[in-house]
């Protein structure tokens, strides 16, 4: 078996390392060359992460890119379609029995018209999540590419209902789509990488009694109104408590520009931290408070509170099990979040949300069964 997998953005590649070193775990086990796995990896480049480089690969334990494309720093539209035009050379050159794409991205959405129009097999990692925000491209990305998978791998049971709720499994090209909850394999990685994380920033922290925070989505750094009321809040919070908040050179040229005071002494903005980095400080924070969908997951994944400073989450099971707590950019629920945040205990019956760490095992598994 043959999969071109399609990755666009570290987070993509971090998802995709626990699949690889699953692939790389069962042909271990194989004696017959035939049944062996083969993965080409393509990176699209759509996001330029200077982290990236073959020191990433090597601290990650992650396969380097067989292609990089080259692609980013363009328009959506541009994009995209300069990307389906150079996965689609590559997919003719390697002939895949299987292309698999991870999330949301424009890359993802790039690599599943490819298999859409070549009539090659489909996998999408992440399937069935859904905001519920048809503003948000990440929104439009997944609900097309799930259209077109033949294989929907679902972190969640949410996810599973969101898709029969809208009427899957449809036909395919290949046939009838398959719906498999294998779990989250963002879980497998930070299961994986716990042992491996380590702090070398050379930060003054209160040792599990700092909150980490980060804000990144433009609905809030582009949006003055909100970005005042969330650094109001913290300001308020950073009287009482420790807060580290990797930012993006970005977002701190908007804060800047907004003019926004800061409780500088202890509200530390530092610059942004590598994977291994950041896992560590989720596994020895109190809190976690962000914007961000990944980092809500994390929070979970190490017994963490999370404050979601979003207006809806695609992690609706973390909100309706009490570890998850939406606020948007409302000033005072994000003070009456904090307060509630000491009362937290991860209840041990909500543990196995996300797999316990095997998504990546099932995938394979799943694989394997729908091409008999």
């Not at 991870?102 to 790039?110: E, I, P, R, V």
């Not at 599973?160 to 394999?185: H, R, Y």
């Not at 609905?219 to 420790?242: C, G």
């Not at 000491?342 to 995938?363: H, P, R, V």
Request: hydrophobic share 40%; aromatic share 8%; with cysteine.
């Amino acid at each position: 078996m043959k999969i071109l997998t399609i990755l666009g953005a570290r987070p993509q590649f971090i998802k995709a390392g626990s699949v690889s070193r699953a692939i790389k775990q069962y042909n271990s086990q194989i004696t017959n060359d035939k049944s062996l796995i083969t993965e080409i990896i393509v990176h699209t480049g759509q996001h330029y992460d200077a982290n990236m480089s073959d020191i990433f690969f090597e601290e990650m334990q992650i396969p380097k890119p067989d292609y990089f494309l080259g692609v980013g720093g363009k328009s959506h539209g541009a994009m995209t379609g300069q990307m389906i035009e150079k996965i689609e050379e590559v997919a003719l050159k390697e002939k895949p029995d299987w292309i698999m794409v991870y999330g949301d991205t424009n890359s993802t959405l790039a690599g599943a018209m490819v298999a859409s129009k070549l009539h090659i097999k489909l996998a999408h990692v992440e399937a069935g999540l859904r905001s519920f925000n048809m503003k948000m491209p990440e929104e439009v990305n997944r609900i097309l590419t799930d259209r077109v998978s033949d294989i929907l791998f679902c972190p969640t049971e949410t996810a599973v209902e969101n898709l029969k709720k809208e009427g899957f499994p449809f036909s395919t090209a290949n046939g009838k789509q398959k719906i498999a909850n294998v779990g989250d394999v963002m879980q497998d990685g930070a299961i994986f990488y716990k042992n491996l994380a380590q702090i070398t920033s050379n930060l003054q922290l209160e040792t599990s009694n700092f909150i980490l925070c980060t804000i990144h989505r433009a609905e809030n750094t582009d949006n003055p109104q909100r970005l005042k009321s969330i650094f109001e809040a913290l300001n308020e919070i950073a009287k009482k408590q420790q807060i580290i908040l990797p930012l993006h050179p970005r977002t701190r040229k908007v804060i800047q520009a907004s003019n926004l005071e800061l409780e500088t002494s202890n509200l530390k903005i530092i610059d942004p931290v590598g994977y291994l980095e950041m896992v560590w400080l989720i596994d020895n924070c109190s809190l976690v408070m962000t914007d961000s969908g990944g980092l809500q997951k994390e929070a979970y994944f190490f017994s963490k509170p999370c404050i979601t400073l979003r207006d809806e989450t695609e992690w609706v099971e973390l909100v309706e099990i009490g570890v998850n707590t939406i606020v948007g950019a409302d000033k005072e629920k994000i003070l009456d979040a904090y307060k509630a945040s000491s009362n937290f205990k991860l209840q041990t019956s909500n543990l196995n949300l996300y797999g316990g760490g095997k998504a990546s095992e099932n995938i394979i598994k799943e694989l394997l069964i729908f091409d008999k």
